[in-house]
């Protein structure tokens, strides 16, 4: 990757940040500027993966207080995350160049409708009221969100939300909070592994991560101005064209 690349990829990492502070989604735009300045999908997909490790830390950071009560849970939830993350790892480098780019336009759209999807489904969590699910019936869903937030990532938050608030009754702003751990340990535990698969371009991932963080930074005090949905909406709209781009490439 040449200078210019890397200011690209520092761009792409701010909007993302500022997106996922704001709205969610900002995967659809790292991930589609790497393979953009030629960095192969599998190797972006990895470099992704490490980048995004800070921003899912400072979230899970933030809500650690709505994690009390739910020790027990989590000694069980975050184990099967990890074990997960991993599955999902180890899967991605199993596909294949040529396979993941096929799938890459069909994962990008799996995750712009996830990411249309998540009002909606914030409000039927929020409303739903739930039996309390067992450590072990809590657990069972969680594998295949942890799986597919291993392999590709985009919209895994909205997948653990949802699948939490099948099986849990609890307050959707605790439900977040679980969300945001778990989501937490899917992604150091897929990073960790693909840090020694000898993909990762790490002068991208360093310029993404300092850029994410810049990036939430200013979305969090664009907050006020910016109306979240204007924003998923087009977030949206664009991981849906680039879905298309990579359709008819």
């Known amino acids: 990757m040449n200078g210019t690349d890397l200011i690209l990829v520092g761009f792409a990492a701010v909007a993302g940040g500022m997106v996922n502070a704001l709205a969610g989604g900002g995967t659809l735009i790292t991930f589609p500027m790497l393979t953009a300045v030629g960095v192969p999908a599998i ?138 751990a778990i989501s937490l340990c899917i992604n150091i535990a897929a990073a960790i592994f693909l840090i020694f698969s000898g993909r990762v371009v790490w002068p991208a991932a360093l310029i993404m991560a300092l850029g994410a963080l810049g990036g939430g930074i200013m979305g969090g005090r664009l907050a006020r101005w910016i109306k979240p949905p204007t924003l998923r909406r087009t977030v949206v709209a664009f991981g849906i064209t680039v879905a298309v781009l990579y359709l008819v490439r």
Not at 50 to 65: D, I, W
Not at 103 to 125: D, N, R, Y
Request: charged fraction near 15%; include cysteine; aromatic fraction near 8%.
């Open 43 to 180: 190797a972006a997909n990895v470099t992704n993966t490490v980048a995004l490790c800070p921003g899912y830390l400072g979230a899970t950071f933030a809500q650690r207080r709505d994690l009390r009560g739910h020790e027990r849970l989590l000694l069980l939830l975050l184990p099967v995350s990890l074990l997960g993350g991993v599955s999902g790892g180890v899967l991605l480098l199993k596909t294949g160049e040529h396979a993941f780019r096929m799938l890459v336009p069909f994962l990008i759209l799996f995750a712009s409708c996830l990411l249309a999807i998540q009002e909606p489904l914030k409000t039927f969590v929020a409303a739903r009221r739930a039996r309390p699910a067992s450590g072990a019936w809590a657990a069972l869903p969680v594998v295949p969100a942890a799986v597919y937030g291993g392999y590709f990532g985009a919209g895994v938050s909205v997948i653990v939300l949802a699948v939490l608030g099948l099986v849990l009754d609890d307050s959707l702003t605790r439900l977040n909070a679980l969300k945001q």
